[in-house]
């Protein structure tokens, strides 16, 4: 049996990709037009085929070309389309450019006929007469060829990940390639246990200091307690051929990992955090702060540099007077200490905000990895 092959479109950093690594998928390629989170996603996944440029202008035929494969060969096209045109978070603009791109994604399913696809969308894609235009348009291009489930909703902390981030899953198979499949049979795994921010956050340094600033000072000791399937997910479960080898090793021979940077308050900010309640959010900045005992809500990615490179609101750490760290971002979304982000705040924070979390996903994939059997 040869590998069974994914392509990541609109990859950023990864999440969807170390989610189909750890369920069994070999990811040849990925592509992304933001060289930040391309260069993070090079890092992690260094066999893969990197496509630094903008998925709209991808051809099916090229692309399977450029892996060296036929049509039919491909196992899986995965990938989530920027979403702020649909997010009830954001603008919610019907007319985003950015939003024609969810309909590039399932132009190439057609075009290069793999024999599944998965994408990711924020609820948002689901309500309204303009998105359902938008939905119609895309799925028109794989309708009488795949089996095409009804869209699935998932909030991630159903499945062990320490965060209410909901999200959408499109996903369709070719009859002859795979076992039926359910919407049912999607949802989590028996021995699935809740995680809270007290367990995502154990282990971490708590004390940030100020001036850990370069990329160097955020390489800090870091321990995993426990041995559930989170505890064990951040520390292991190392597909063949991922992870950046200096990042492993640093974790396995000194126990340290990188982004656990520090974020300058002024005296009068740390003072007026010091009066937010677990739950509650400042008046100012409106940062929330994180409840030990409960989930993070969805972590938001900003704005890119082409809308004008707004950053996202952080939350506040549960017991301490600051924002998190990229490395808290990053347990919180369900990421291992090994993986690798921009080693620059702002940038990191945008790649985790938004990722796929590698625990969803890999539950996800791997339902369809099983349903595709000894392909």
Not at 165 to 187: C, N, Q
């Amino acid at each position: 049996m040869g590998p069974v092959k994914v392509v990541d479109l609109f990859s950023g950093a990864g999440g969807l990709s170390l989610g189909a690594a750890r369920a069994g998928f070999e990811v040849s390629g990925a592509a992304e037009l933001d060289s930040e989170a391309m260069s993070a996603h090079r890092i992690n996944f260094p066999n893969a085929l990197h496509m630094e440029r903008d998925v709209s202008k991808l051809d099916g035929t090229a692309l399977l070309a450029a892996l060296g494969l036929r049509r039919g060969e491909l196992a899986g096209l995965i990938g989530g389309p920027p979403c702020q045109g649909f997010s009830c978070i954001g603008k919610n603009h019907k007319d985003d450019p950015r939003n024609r791109l969810f309909i590039d994604f399932f132009r190439l399913v057609a075009e290069s006929r793999p024999k599944f696809f998965l994408a990711e969308n924020v609820p948002g894609i689901l309500v309204g007469s303009g998105n359902e235009r938008i939905r119609a348009r895309a799925l028109s291009h794989v309708e009488g060829r795949y089996t095409v489930l009804r869209p699935l909703m998932i909030c991630a902390s159903e499945y062990g990940v320490p965060t209410t981030r909901t999200r959408v899953f499109f996903i369709g198979y070719l009859r002859d390639e795979l076992a039926p499949l359910h919407p049912e049979d999607f949802g989590p795994s028996v021995d699935v246990t809740a995680v809270c921010v007290r367990d995502a956050l154990r282990g971490l340094p708590l004390k940030i200091r100020q001036e850990w600033q370069d990329e160097e000072d955020g390489w800090r000791v870091v321990r995993s307690y426990g041995s559930g399937p989170f505890a064990c997910r951040t520390r292991g479960h190392v597909p063949r051929g991922v992870g950046d080898p200096r990042a492993l090793a640093r974790l396995r021979l000194e126990s340290r990992a990188s982004g656990c940077l520090g974020t300058v308050h002024s005296t009068l900010v740390a003072k007026r955090y010091s009066r937010v309640e677990p739950g509650t959010r400042d008046t100012i900045s409106k940062s929330h702060r994180l409840e030990l005992h409960g989930f993070c809500p969805t972590l938001r990615a900003g704005t890119g540099p082409e809308r004008g490179r707004f950053q996202a609101v952080r939350p506040l750490h549960p017991t301490e007077n600051r924002v998190i760290t990229p490395r808290e971002a990053a347990r919180l979304q369900g990421f291992p200490d090994w993986f690798q982000f921009s080693p620059a705040k702002w940038h990191s924070f945008r790649q985790i905000g938004s990722s796929v979390s590698p625990i969803l996903a890999e539950r996800i994939l791997g339902v369809i990895r099983g349903a595709l059997g000894d392909t």
